[in-house]
């Protein structure tokens, strides 16, 4: 007890010292927001309404030029604005004092000292505690240096964009989030497109295909070095190479730009050049145009061949004469003539014997011209060289070739003929005479030889034979012909003119083989190749090497690979993701002869196909195997197909399992949340309140996810109309724009003349905002959010690829992110009901199916795009009107409407909602009367028919259901007013009962309010 005065004097004590210590601190905090002010020219002010006082800090008083503590009245301060800002200021001041409404503008004010400066001016209302505008407060700035400032830039701006503009070189901006903020003149001409088509516009969307390409990473480089980078690559839709130097900037990259295709083409051109020349099998031997001591000119070039056919490298020859690779047998008189035409600066053309470093002999057949430059002046010797030591060599052996040839011809049926039209002689060699069964010992003219061609071929042939008299043309043909012995044969004849010494045409030489044999067979081969040129299965043949050895068109059409490019490719290396899979095929057919199976291969541009193949080894005559013949049916679109109808099925089954608990659900649900807005007016305690708000909270989301069930189940309708895309996408902008976090960018695009569509806004409403939540999660970190809208016609070609379309008009919305992404062995799970990679607690798994449910009640279908890492993209396909004017606007809401006195029978088989429904509408000025079940629902009416007023039954009742209840009410009075109420909008029940007069219908479970609204409309009709 002692220590009990000590203690609270110590509290006093620290108290007294806190005090001081929070004054202090206060002080301390007036002089610094005091030096700030000062500092930023600002100044603060108050207006009392009551008083009419206007306080001016002693920062306002200084920006006024008036000395400190100054007190102008609210007139004389608004005086101070120059004439034309000042009915502005007087509105603006008036809409505070009067409705609350803050502002903050900009305007010119004269000082006491006559300095015309620039202001800005915020102010807002000083309320009292009941909400009473009692004064206002705010603050006055001196921006008058910022203004000067502005100005100052924007003229260096208009400057610096006039010189951008006269510039020879294409320039433009882009800020950090790739968006186009400045061209020039020349960039407009350099890429065909309009200022208006590329400013403001993300670089992607105007430039497609320049993302992720080496232009972009030019772009990043001058980021993130802070240094100039620059680029040279190829623009594919435009076809122009473009050379860029990226500087970075404070906003982002300045880029300059020139169009280099031409100067490509150049260089291309010279490099092609150059290896063209190098690689020649012809020595070039470059020289300068006047000779050394009057003899022969300095070699300055030769390119590789000279080394491959002389031995010398080119230091070694560079800077001498070609006198280094004369000899004792080179020919003295060759050198003298080609001498005196250098002289004459004359083009040359001889055969000369040479050595090689090695000292053998090289015969060179030379072409030597002079080369002039523009004025015409001679600069240069070229000299185009051959080798033709080997031809020198051939002349010895063509004795021996020609026996050869003899015997060639017996074995190959070919014999040579000359025909002398001039006498009408013909010489034919041995194998002719064999060939045609016709005796040696009686020559033919050339009117008999004319004779054993076919009527057709005999005027073919002779009028190819008197064009090679008279013109020289030569000519390889197959003809017919009949041999003495009566056999038809098939000849090729091939001949070219026979030129005497003055280079006149004297006869014809030729040479004719027997080509019956290949002729038959070709025949059966164009037969087979028909056969298997229409055949709808990609066939191959594969060598025992397993190279592609045929290709039919079936192949080419499916793979995308022609008969060229697999035959250098090989099967092996282009058809198959995993070779190991053809090296197993391969081995089993070797081994078994056969293989049968399904595989999988890659078309040209990689994608994957499913086909039906059939591997068979195919032998020789000996036995031996020759080839593998690959006959391959295409069965992906069928299984595609087969997919798409047991996805179709599972939905259904799914779907029927979720609606079957909905109404037992919804009638749970219905008492408690019509019962929630009984109780509000009952229970005014404010704890009470809040235990009801939660239960109410809860019980909607119960409701929610009912109606998400409901409409993954059976696609509940909502109400249909003329629907603008683009309202939807601006009313979900404002949504996103509160719910989305801001390290994510929305960018929505819709096309002008976007079509309407027949829709229940709400219900779209909630299928994109699914996506954008679902993209949202997929990007912590932040990202872009891109939604877009385009009209489409859907061809037959797209409808057979996709069971769910048709061929007609839709509209097509993408919502794209560039978030996680959804990895390939789950894409086909994501629409899956209750499926979800969520965490537990974190998701239903509803919200695509429940969007896929709604985009499927609308008529249309959904499509998922999506790369690991990369992002997803959903589109959703909806059926269009091209022709619809425009959506009729919703009606505006009332209060909710009360009964006077109308006796209404409530008839539901559960004692809450019968409760519960009878203590509302009762609260609200009705009647009531209830009954647990249709049989006792008739016979109530039947007693009161004049009294009861309306209706209203569930749907789903034992002993007499709702379709029955209400085929029986209107036997009785076919004028009853009649409500439906079920948990299943879309339910058999439901149908029947439309069917006997039922018009309007309440979905479980319900509000108090719709209940209400629904019963007024029905007994004002």
């Known amino acids: 007890m002692t220590f009990a005065p000590m203690a609270s004097e110590m509290a006093s004590m620290h108290t007294a010292q806190h005090i001081d210590s929070a004054e202090e601190q206060r002080q301390k905090n007036q002089l610094l927001l005091k030096m700030a002010g000062h500092a930023a020219r600002l ?48 509105h603006m001041v008036d809409r505070c004092l009067d409705e609350g409404v803050s502002f903050d503008f900009e305007a010119e004010l004269l000082t006491a000292t006559q300095r015309t400066i620039w202001v800005r001016a915020i102010g807002e209302a000083v309320r009292d505690a009941s909400g009473t505008v009692t004064g206002l407060q705010g603050a006055l700035q001196d921006i008058t240096t910022q203004r000067r ?19 020879s070189d294409a320039f433009f901006t882009l800020d950090r989030n790739w968006v186009i903020t400045y061209v020039n003149e020349e960039m407009t001409r350099s890429v065909n497109r309009t200022r208006e088509e590329m400013l403001h516009r993300l670089l992607w969307d105007v430039f497609p295909g320049t993302k992720d390409s080496r232009f972009h990473a030019c772009y990043l480089r001058a980021i993130e070095t802070g240094k100039v980078a620059t680029e040279v690559e190829f623009y594919e839709p435009l076809g122009k190479w473009f050379e860029l130097r990226s500087h970075p900037t404070d906003d982002g990259v300045a880029v300059y730009f020139q169009d280099v295709t031409q100067r490509r083409k150049d260089e291309e051109q010279l490099r092609l050049l150059q290896a063209c020349v190098e690689r020649m099998n012809d020595i070039i031997v470059v020289t300068d145009a006047e000779p050394v001591e009057g003899l022969w000119p300095r070699v300055i070039y030769v390119n590789q061949a000279f080394e491959r056919n002389t031995g010398y490298r080119p230091d070694e020859i560079i800077g001498k004469t070609p006198r280094i690779l004369q000899g004792p047998r080179t020919q003295r008189d060759v050198l003298d003539r080609i001498r005196a035409s250098l002289q004459r600066w004359e083009p040359v053309r001889e055969e000369i014997l040479n050595y090689k470093k090695n000292g053998d002999e090289i015969w060179l057949e030379l072409d030597i011209v002079p080369i002039a430059d523009a004025a015409g002046h001679y600069t240069h010797w070229i000299s185009i060289e051959r080798n033709i030591t080997e031809r020198k060599r051939a002349t010895d052996a063509l004795r021996q070739r020609d026996n050869l040839l003899r015997v060639g011809g017996r074995v190959g049926k070919i014999g040579g003929w000359t025909a002398l039209p001039a006498v009408n002689a013909v010489q034919w060699s041995d194998e002719i005479y064999l060939m045609l069964d016709w005796p040696r010992s009686s020559p033919p003219t050339l ?31 197959e003809f017919q012909v009949t041999t003495c ?13 026979a030129l005497a010494e003055g280079g006149e045409v004297s006869g014809v030489h030729g040479a004719l083989q027997d080509t019956t044999s290949m002729k038959q067979v070709e025949e059966r081969l164009r037969e087979q190749a028909a056969l298997l040129d229409k055949a709808q299965d990609a066939i191959w043949v594969l060598d025992l090497d397993g190279n592609v050895a045929f290709w039919n068109p079936s192949a080419e059409r499916i793979y995308g690979w022609t008969a060229e490019e ?77 997919q798409q109808f047991l996805r179709a099925q599972r939905m259904e089954s799914i779907g029927t399992l979720a609606g079957g608990i909905a109404h037992d659900l919804n009638n749970v649900l219905a008492p408690i949340m019509m019962s929630i807005e009984l109780l509000k007016g009952s229970l005014p305690d404010p704890d009470d309140q809040a235990v009801l708000k939660t239960i109410e909270v809860s019980a909607r989301r119960g409701a929610d996810m009912i109606r998400q069930v409901l409409s993954f189940a059976r696609g509940v309708e909502g109400k249909r109309h003329e629907v603008r895309i683009a309202d939807v996408l601006h009313d979900l902008d404002q949504i996103l724009s509160e719910t989305i976090s801001k390290n994510i960018s929305i960018v929505i695009r819709v096309a002008p003349d976007l079509w309407q569509v027949q829709a229940d806004p709400t219900q779209l409403q909630q299928v994109l905002l699914n996506l954008c939540v679902n993209a949202r999660d997929a990007m912590v970190n932040g990202g872009r959010i891109a939604i877009s809208a385009e009209n489409m016609m859907v061809d037959e070609h797209y409808a057979a690829m996709n069971i769910e379309s048709r061929v007609g ?42 969007t896929l449910a709604i985009v499927k009640s609308h008529g249309g279908f959904i499509r998922l795009y999506s790369e690991v890492d990369k992002g997803t993209r959903f589109r959703i396909y909806l059926p269009a009107d091209p022709h619809a004017l425009g959506a009729p606007s919703g009606p505006a809401q009332t209060a ?85 109420a079920s948990g299943i909008s879309q339910d058999g029940k439901v149908a029947r009962a439309a069917g006997a007069g039922l018009n309007h219908f309440l979905p479980k479970p319900y509000t108090a309010e719709a209940m209400l609204r629904l019963i007024d409309t029905v007994l004002k009709t």
């Open 566 to 642: 697999v035959g250098r490719r090989g099967a092996r290396e282009l058809l198959f993701q995993d070779t190991g899979v053809f090296d197993r095929c391969r081995q089993a057919v070797l081994e078994q002869g056969e293989w049968v199976g399904e595989i999988e291969h890659k078309t040209q541009d990689d994608k994957p196909l499913l086909l039906v193949s059939r591997w068979t080894l195919v032998r020789d005559e000996a036995g031996q195997p020759r080839s593998i013949l690959a006959i391959n049916t295409d069965v992906t679109h069928q299984k595609l197909l087969e």
């Open 447 to 477: 009117g008999e030889f004319l004779s054993i061609f076919s009527p057709d071929s005999r005027a073919a042939f002779k009028a190819a034979l008197d064009e090679c008299m008279a013109q020289g043309a030569s000519f390889d043909r």
């Open 809 to 850: 008009a839709y509209v097509k919305i993408e919502v794209e992110d560039n978030g996680a992404g959804i990895p390939s062995d789950i894409q086909e799970r994501v629409f899956d009901p209750f499926f979800t990679t969520k965490p537990m607690g974190e998701g239903t798994g509803l919200g695509l199916a429940t």
């Open 896 to 980: 909710v409407p009360r009964g006077h006195g109308e006796l209404i029978m409530v008839v539901d088989d559960e004692a809450a909602i019968r409760q519960v429904t009878r203590q509302t509408l009762e609260a609200y000025g009705y009647r009531v009367v209830v009954a647990s079940n249709g049989a006792e629902a008739v016979a109530l009416y039947a007693q009161n028919i004049q009294g009861i007023d309306l209706v209203l039954t569930d749907m789903m009742m034992p002993v007499m259901d709702g379709p029955a209840t209400v085929q029986a009410l209107r036997q009785i009075n076919p004028a009853v007013r009649l409500i439906g």
């Open 43 to 90: 100044g603060g002010w108050t207006f009392d309404a009551v008083s009419q006082e206007l306080v001016w800090s002693d920062e306002t008083c200084e920006i006024h030029d008036r000395p400190a503590r100054h007190r102008p009245t609210l007139d004389e301060g608004i005086a101070y604005y120059l004439p034309d800002y000042r009915d502005m200021v007087v």
């Open 149 to 167: 400032n502005e100005l100052e830039r924007n003229a260096l701006a208009t400057k610096l964009s006039a010189t951008l503009a006269d510039m």
């Open 485 to 497: 012995a009566g056999h038809l044969k098939w000849v090729r004849v091939a001949a070219e003119p």
